[in-house]
């Protein structure tokens, strides 16, 4: 999509991958304005400012560890992400608090319970596996961020997707 776009302003790019685009020159204000128009009516945004797109390149890379790896990283989250960007993880930390107004470890933390959601509503894992696949030292400690999220305990959360899914079947 966002290379048919390209195409039909005549901007030429060098590579367009996962919604970054990396352009091979500058673009008249005009082109950019009437990008950024037609990429809004196909529901994408134009992110042109520099500390926005590093915050963007964090949470794709929180995005992709939480939900798209079978096993999250061993080592720190914090040296994941640094590793990832090739940026001090202090700089990110404080961009990504800056653009977004929450932490990196919170972000983190609603992305993991997330997971626990997705894992409890669509998997036969039990919760001690849960918080084993997600690197949580106890099921306690998943349990407690569960709930300070969620506002339910994950077993109270299971057994109201359960209920649902059994009125559905009526």
């Known amino acids: 999509m966002v290379k048919k776009e ?8 060098k590579a367009v991958d996962l919604g970054v ?19 809004q009516k196909i529901g994408l945004e134009l992110i042109d400012d520099k500390k926005r797109i590093m915050t963007e390149k964090v949470k794709t890379v929180i995005i992709q560890m939480v939900h798209y790896s079978n096993e999250l990283p061993v080592k720190k989250y914090s040296d994941h992400i640094s590793d990832k960007l090739g940026y001090n993880y202090n700089h990110l930390a404080t961009l990504f608090n800056e653009v977004e107004g929450i932490t990196i470890q919170q972000y983190i933390k609603l992305h993991k319970v997330e997971k626990v959601k997705e ?9 001690g596996q849960i918080a084993n696949k997600l690197n949580y030292s106890s099921i306690a400690h998943m349990s407690s961020q569960f709930k300070k999220i969620t ?3 994950p077993l109270k959360y299971k057994t109201i997707k359960i209920k649902r899914k059994n009125l559905e079947d009526l």
């Open 151 to 153: 506002g339910v305990s």
């Open 119 to 127: 894992y409890i509503s669509y998997n036969d894992l039990s919760l």
């Open 21 to 39: 685009v990396d352009l091979s020159c500058d673009m008249a204000s005009w082109q950019l304005d009437l990008l950024k128009k037609n990429l």
């Open 6 to 13: 390209l195409d039909l302003l005549e901007i030429h790019c």
